[in-house]
């Protein structure tokens, strides 16, 4: 098997880290006016200093900034695209875990104004970490732009502002192929574009709820995927994006079920990505036979360590799914992660630090036995 020089690694990571009690006091301490905006970003380098340490003690050669100045994964980014606006109802999302069901319900989307890019969105925090890291590859995670649509759907966008909804789709796009290459410019080799939508587009329930809502949802996935590649249509040469699909990770509970069955053809044949992150952590999941659409070139980061629980998987159980996996594709294509972030939002999922980074570590040390690097 070939060595991995470049991302997706052998073992690889989504992204979002738990947030240290420090860091959490601190935006508290900010949001009632108790430290300065400059005090809270000191609290948030140290933290982020710590954390790309930790990353690179373990063996990753993927390293971000756990996603420490963001209050969520996706709506931090998605509400400085110019001519977004947070809308006065909220969203909520109903999530679900062996306990019951917790809600979610963030300002939801309004789309005003003509969509483009007047800054380049976290590319302060890309640098910072560019900056800091001496082993690793710094990694940046982005939402997709389907999630501009996804969680409003035509009724959050102003029709007096795009009566032809191609428009949106057109200005959406050239809004993130303009970030992207800003992002390139700032020296950003590994971009994650992390995607709920062709997840949950698996499920049923959530076509039934496009349905409603007036779409298609037999072909909603290959809209979202057109509006990826239109983001990615002028992709600099030597930049990997991989993107990551979630079907919901908050406080260790998630939205959708369902295996990729549905998505998995256009997924992996019309989706113009280098690498796709995918959750293998239980049977919400599905079977690895959608893998056998994966063409030669593209690789697949197999999600088989959960990061919503702290019990740690066996190493041999872990090896064996990956033989598994190797019947549908090479596994010369395959690699291995946790099936999500660890924070996606500032809560974090249901396990302390020390899991956390053993579970870091037993993807680092699971690769290494695999494939014989990381």
């Not at 977004?84 to 309004?110: C, L």
């Not at 999630?147 to 502002?161: E, F, K, N, S």
């Not at 990615?232 to 509970?253: E, I, Q, W, Y």
Request: aromatic share 8%; with cysteine.
């Amino acid at each position: 098997m070939t060595e991995r020089a470049t991302a997706p690694f052998r073992a690889d990571h989504v992204g979002s880290l738990l947030r240290p009690r420090a860091l959490l006091q601190a935006r508290e301490a900010a949001a009632r006016g108790a430290i300065s905006p400059g005090e809270l970003r000191a609290t948030e380098d140290d933290a982020i200093r710590e954390a790309i340490r930790m990353q690179e003690n373990l063996g990753l050669r993927s390293v971000t900034d756990g996603e420490f100045r963001r209050a969520s994964w996706h709506m931090d980014f998605i509400y400085e695209i110019a001519g977004v606006s947070k809308a006065d109802q909220s969203m909520k999302s109903v999530f679900h875990n062996a306990g019951g069901d917790i809600e979610f319900t963030p300002a939801a989307i309004r789309v005003t104004g003509k969509l483009g890019m007047d800054h380049t969105i976290f590319g302060p925090a890309f640098e910072f970490v560019r900056d800091n890291v001496t082993t690793g590859t710094p990694k940046l995670t982005i939402p997709a732009p389907s999630l501009v649509h996804y969680r409003g759907g035509p009724a959050a966008i102003d029709d007096a502002v795009y009566p032809d909804l191609e428009e949106f789709w057109d200005d959406l796009g050239a809004a993130y192929a303009d970030e992207v290459q800003r992002l390139s410019g700032l020296g950003c080799t590994y971009l994650q574009l992390d995607d709920t939508s062709l997840a949950y587009l698996n499920d049923p329930a959530q076509r039934a709820e496009i349905t409603r809502r007036g779409e298609d949802a037999d072909h909603q996935h290959e809209t979202y995927i057109k509006s990826i590649n239109r983001a990615l249509r002028d992709k600099p040469a030597g930049m990997t994006v991989t993107t990551h699909m979630c079907r919901g990770n908050f406080r260790s509970s998630w939205v959708a079920q369902g295996g990729y069955d549905f998505v998995a053809d256009a997924l992996f044949n019309e989706l113009n990505v280098d690498g796709y992150f995918m959750e293998y952590d239980d049977e919400r999941s599905g079977g690895f036979e959608p893998l056998r659409f994966l063409p030669k070139g593209k690789h697949v980061v197999l999600g088989l360590v959960t990061s919503k629980q702290g019990e740690l998987e066996a190493k041999d159980d872990i090896k064996r799914r990956i033989e598994q996996a190797s019947k549908f594709t090479d596994i010369d294509q395959l690699c291995l992660s946790p099936q999500c972030g660890f924070s996606s939002t500032l809560d974090g999922n249901s396990l302390t630090r020390d899991q956390q980074i053993a579970k870091l570590r037993l993807v680092v040390e699971t690769a290494e036995e695999v494939w014989g690097s990381r």
